[in-house]
């Protein structure tokens, strides 16, 4: 009878691999399943902040440090999966931001991506390379990469808006650059509204080429925003995943707005719930009107006030409940990149 031969996962490999670290080499076979997982495994964590408690920790921000001195005024939402990291999912940033009467954050430009939800107030204005727009609650802004921009105030009240940008994914692939301006705020060299008037209406001069991979509108308008889902509602059918929803669109191409964050805004109505709905994109979520719950797959439903946001991992199963009143959310995520590498998939329950 043949000795029996010992069994391969218990051979003492420990010598061996010690060899290979030395080298700087390491067994695939041992991390494997790790670095090719059967489905998508994110960190980050299905979070809620509450605009009660944010707004009021805002506020204290404003009366600590001025917006100058801080050159951003900003409270990262940081996922708990993700401490220290500044990421509110595994590849997403966001944060709030406070800028008070007369105040000016100062000017600069960086290759990160960003979109401006406006959450409260009136009276605040971003400008993007030459032009202002005014901000009001709804309003989707966009500062484009590589772009001058500056924020300030000339009303009355604070103002109040959530940043989101591509800074995991630039970060990931190292290709960050920022710039600060010389002046605190850029000199004007366009009116205000001209870019919307040029690009927004449906029109595009004839001839003209464009080379940037991001919308040449970067005020989207929440009063037209909110017009259309309300038509869209009384003729069309509720899709049962989404309820009416719409993406912000680049006029040039109808591709996203931006090449790594795709926002979107979805309304449901009263008492509507999503049927079960994931994907590989992560997401951020804005409550903007009524109360909605949303509920994740193994845990107990959150509800959701106006101005409270939630972040969504990838490939996390959910559903959004209407709870009081018509609900409009809007959502970033970073969907665009996911479909441009052949990546993005959904599933629908």
């Known amino acids: 009878m ?13 010598e061996f691999y010690k060899e290979l670290d030395s080298l700087n080499l390491a067994p695939l076979w041992e991390v494997l399943k790790g670095l090719v997982p059967a489905d998508p495994r ?14 009021r920790q805002l506020l204290a921000a404003g009366a600590s440090i ?11 939402l940081e996922n708990p999966k993700l401490k220290g990291k500044s990421q509110i999912t595994d590849t997403l ?41 005014t901000m009001q609650r709804g309003d989707l802004i966009l500062t484009p990469f590589w772009t001058w921009h500056d924020h300030g105030h ?26 600060e301006h010389a002046a605190t705020a850029q000199t004007m060299s366009r009116p205000e509204g001209y870019s919307a008037a040029r690009y927004g209406s449906g029109l595009l001069p004839v001839g003209q080429q464009f080379g940037s991979l991001t919308s040449p509108v970067f005020n989207y308008p929440y009063s ?13 059918e509720i899709d049962p995943h989404f309820g009416i929803c719409l993406r912000y669109v680049n006029p040039v191409n109808g591709d996203w707005v931006m090449p790594t964050l795709g926002p979107s805004m979805r309304l449901l109505p009263e008492g509507f719930s999503t049927s079960g709905y994931r ?32 972040a969504m991992p990838g490939w996390s199963s959910y559903r959004i409940q209407a709870l009081k009143g018509d609900c409009v ?21």
């Open 2 to 14: 043949h000795d029996q031969q010992p069994r391969r996962n218990s051979v003492d490999r420990s």
């Open 42 to 55: 994110p960190v980050a964590a299905p979070y809620a902040w509450h605009w009660t408690t944010v707004r």
């Open 66 to 76: 001025s917006a100058e001195e801080a050159e951003r005024r900003v409270l990262v």
């Open 93 to 133: 940033y966001a944060g709030l931001q406070l800028i008070l009467p007369g105040e000016v954050a100062p000017a600069h430009r960086h290759t990160q991506s960003a979109l401006r939800f406006v959450l409260e107030g009136a009276g605040g204005y971003t400008a993007v390379d030459g032009e202002r727009t």
């Open 154 to 179: 000339d009303g009355e009240g604070p103002v109040i808006w959530m940043d989101c940008l591509d800074v995991p994914l630039v970060g990931f692939l190292k290709t960050g650059f920022r710039e």
């Open 224 to 236: 037209r925003t909110r017009e259309a889902l309300h038509r869209l509602a009384q003729t069309q």
């Open 279 to 310: 994907s590989t994109d992560s997401a951020v979520f804005v409550l903007l009107e009524g109360e909605a719950s949303i509920e994740i797959q193994d845990q107990p439903p959150i509800t959701m006030h106006a101005n409270d946001v939630f």
């Open 329 to 349: 959310l809007f959502s970033f995520s970073d969907r665009p990149v996911h479909e441009k590498l052949g990546l993005f998939r959904e599933e629908k329950q």
